[in-house]
């Protein structure tokens, strides 16, 4: 048994040691987009980052942070290298995970028993642990594990939680005849309580383990024992995720109000009675288990106790919190936010098994459960939450057509539902006619299981066609190129597994529920919880803003236990043709090992990130558009997370002050704009938190007041802080809002003042303006506008501020003629472009003196022109940003006369940015005219074509594939392509190229419009 004990653990590190290369090769040095720069900057510093929070993640990102001793830039790779250490661990408990399986297979004693002592021979054992290099390798190299596993996110974490409690109770079941077994339960509860830190997709294995936990201590298990163990676990799980996650801090918040407000005691009492209580029945509970010497009692109460210890870690939210730091997203930091920022609040909710599907009309509203704030000496209600209501007859079971938004209602169709509106004859009012159940269904099975959960699978066992979102699945036959767009056809993304992983899974799966029922079983339901639940649970709309195959990170793991199993079918096929276990064992691992191979090799160039920096270059360039001590308002996500990475860990341009416009919708972000951050002092907004407190001036619509023509900024907002009758306009529920009266707006200027702080291009001293005139032209000011509207009346010009470039055009409130282009953002001023035309999409006044210094000398664009790293989808839209900024520099030249400087831009540009590396984009073709101009005819007729037959080719594909009519993006950005292309040619007189590109035009505009 010795020896095949050290074989089993040799083997199982050196597969950990090929995960942890590989890893460690691909892993991307800074920070990736979405979440990534927000997790490395919250570990770095231990701050409060998005609901529900990963504490766990975030000390053991701390902890590895600590090794770049003081080199701030390894940071990054630091907390990257956490994913892929995650990664590799999972790989390796999964090796382990399968030979303890294969074993029982190999061996001919399946089922629930302790095989410890039983001895396989060498051919035995050189099958066991080749099935388990397969298994484990085929899941290292899988598309979205591995994609995980090089960047700081919790998905890796969360696997390895799922890998360890799985391993954990299988060492249970050989164990479990030991006295003192149960030891295994509780690590594994522990470990549960820990992955709660991470992400709560590892509790979904407990049904998997309940399973094991029911076949081992039943002699004759039957259906009926394990559907009540199913029951059982399921309900084990609902506990977790309501009964303790945030079941326990309601309760404690529910003593809370109540001894702080009807008691009259000091805040934190009902918190500390709550806790006595709680402990005191932990005590007596342990006392009576030990009374009735209740084994199976002492066990879930221990098991209670270390869930509650590794959950534990989210004591960090609330006291970090307290602390008020930079990044405290929701400041959860006494017990009643903190319940707020568990349940993720702030997101809503979706309807899961009953509600009302899109064509519901809501009959009433009733106040909810209130929202309490802490006050000066007590709890107070800050509001009631609002529930929309629903007549009975507009509910259904499973309701998954349940978003009203337009968009969506669009996208349903898409998916077989056929939209039907309706006009009331009496009120003239458009509604929908109800879906029927048939296609509630058909969505569900079409998009949600096919589209959303079998698309991704087959991405990691089949193939993916490209990295274009709603990329579809490359099947073994299709590896010819012909007729496929470029984008396509040459996207590093586009792998062919020729099904190879998926059939051994298959091969694995029967060999394995023939063989070994009950430990399939097991298998099978990992899989069932950990995806197709899970596609139940989140019940997503019809279109993402990205790809989501990272939250099947363990079906994919569970799939990977069959692939491993399927080298055993393997040599069971070869049995009648080979008698040597060695010789077949041998051909079938040898037979295995192609499909980890192949994965590695089709994935490796798509998911190297190594030598990637666009991210955190955006991120600095961005910051380092700006004037010292400036307001820059961004968007969400990528265009913040970045900004958040480079500003908390690498100390980049700490003066400048990033205000995320969606969460200046909510009043604590609100607070703590108003508080000093590094150098940056706090922001100029003059309202105090009693004005934009949630649930008081969200919104003010537009109610007209003809005797008003116009308003003056400043007097606005000192009526909007008086909450003066003068705004107010009375709701049908009664209750007043504030309002504006019109949609003119003006704010006087001092130019003067002005003129002597500097703020001035000598060539703009002509187009100051006396006043600023602007029309919201807008149904309703939202309270992030409120913000920004008062920071222009209060700021008076001291700090610049700044919109994004990449800012939703509904969120400058039309004041693009004050906007000044300073390299990847628009500062506003008090001066007026005389040359805006608000059908140009092209806003801000080029400085270009100033554009110049900081695009061809400031900004960095590491690696960009490099043809052999992958730029996904994500990682081009900044590029293209860059290159609608070039054109805008050098167009202002060739304005301006200077053709020389004009084609110095252009050159420099197409030297970062080249088309081999950054395929061209939709704003290339705007930079025909000014290459003509400064006669480069040549390269301009090349971006024409290029152009132009990239976009025939995309056009014709998606006209005439299946599945076209989901890639509305690419056909519209190939449309607009066209369209550029059309009109640059027209305006150098080029008459053929015109007219192809308009031909081209007026044959797919009707499909694609």
Known sequence: MQRYSRLNNLVGWLVFAVATITYLLTLEPTASFWDCGEFIACSYKLLVPHPPGAPTFLLLGRLFSLLSFGDVTKVSVLVNALSGLSSSFTVLFLFWTITMLAKKLVLGRPGMHDDRPLEPTAGQTLLILGSGAVGALALAFSDSFWFNAVEAEVYAMSSLCTAAVVWLMLKWENRADEYDSDKWLILIAYVMGLSIGVHLLNLLAIPALGLIYYFRRTATPTWMGGFITLVVSSIIVGLILVGIIPGLPSIA??????????????????????????FGLLWFGFRYSKQRSSRLLNTALLSLVFILIGYSSYLIIPIRSSFLPTINENTPNDVLSFVSYLKREQYGDRPLLYGPQFSAQPYDQKEGAPRYVRGTDKYEIAEHRLETLYRDEDKVLLPRLYSPDPGHIQQYQKWGVNVRQMQDPETGQTSYAKPTMGENLGFLFRYQMGHMFWRYFMWNFVGRDSDVQQAGVMWPNEGSKSGLPERIADSKARNNFFAIPLLLGIVGLFFHARRDGNNALMVGFLFLFTGLAIVI??????????????????????????IGLGVLGLAALLRSVLKSDSARGGIAVAIGLVAPALMAAQGWNDHDRSDRYNSVDSAK??????????????????????????????????????AVLSYLNTDWYIDQMKRRSYKSQPLPISMEHSVYQ????????????????????????????????????????????????TRKFYLPIDTAAVEKMGLVLPERRNQVVSRMEWDMGRGAIEKKNLVILDMLATNNWQRPIYFSSTVNTQDFMNLQPYFQLEGMAYRVLPIKDPNFNPQSNQEGYVAKDLMYNIMMKRFAYRN???????????????PANYRDKFYRLAQSYVDAGDNAKAKEVMDY???????????????????????????????????????????????????????????????????????????????????????KALNLLQQYYPQGG
Request: net charge negative; glycine share 6%; with cysteine.
């Open 253 to 278: 918040g529910w003593f809370e109000v109540l001894f702080v407000n009807s008691f009259g005691l000091p805040f934190n009492s009902g918190l500390i009675f709550f806790l006595i209580i709680f």
């Open 537 to 562: 649970y989140l019940n997503q709309p019809p279109i993402e803003p990205r790809e989501r195959d990272y939250t099947f990170a363990g079906a994919t793991y569970a799939f990977a236990i069959w």
């Open 621 to 658: 360039n961005l910051l380092n558009s700006l004037q010292p001590n400036a307001i820059l308002f961004t968007n969400g996500d990528n265009d913040t997370f970045p900004l958040w990475y480079a500003q908390e860990v690498e100390g980049v341009r700490t003066d400048v002050r990033v």
């Open 694 to 741: 949630q649930g008081t001036n969200d919104y003010l619509p537009y109610a007209e007041n003809p005797a008003v023509k116009e308003v003056d900024l400043k007097q606005f907002m000192q009526l909007v802080e008086q909450n003066s009758p003068l705004l107010q306009v009375q709701t049908q529920s009664g209750r007043p809002l504030l309002s504006f009266p």
């Open 864 to 878: 960009l022109d490099r043809a052999d790293i992958f730029y996904d989808e994500n990682n081009l839209r900044f």
């Open 909 to 995: 540009c197409f030297k970062v940015m080249p088309d081999k590396a950054i395929p061209y984009d939709y704003y290339v073709p705007q930079f025909v005219v000014p290459l003509v101009k400064v006669g480069e005819t040549q390269r301009a007729n090349e971006i024409m074509d290029t152009m132009t037959n990239r976009a025939q080719q995309a056009l014709a594909y998606y006209n005439t594939a299946p599945d076209g009519g989901l890639f509305d993006m690419e056909v519209q950005l190939n449309l607009l392509t066209l369209q550029s292309v059309y009109r640059a040619a027209e305006q150098i007189g080029d008459r053929g190229r015109a007219t």
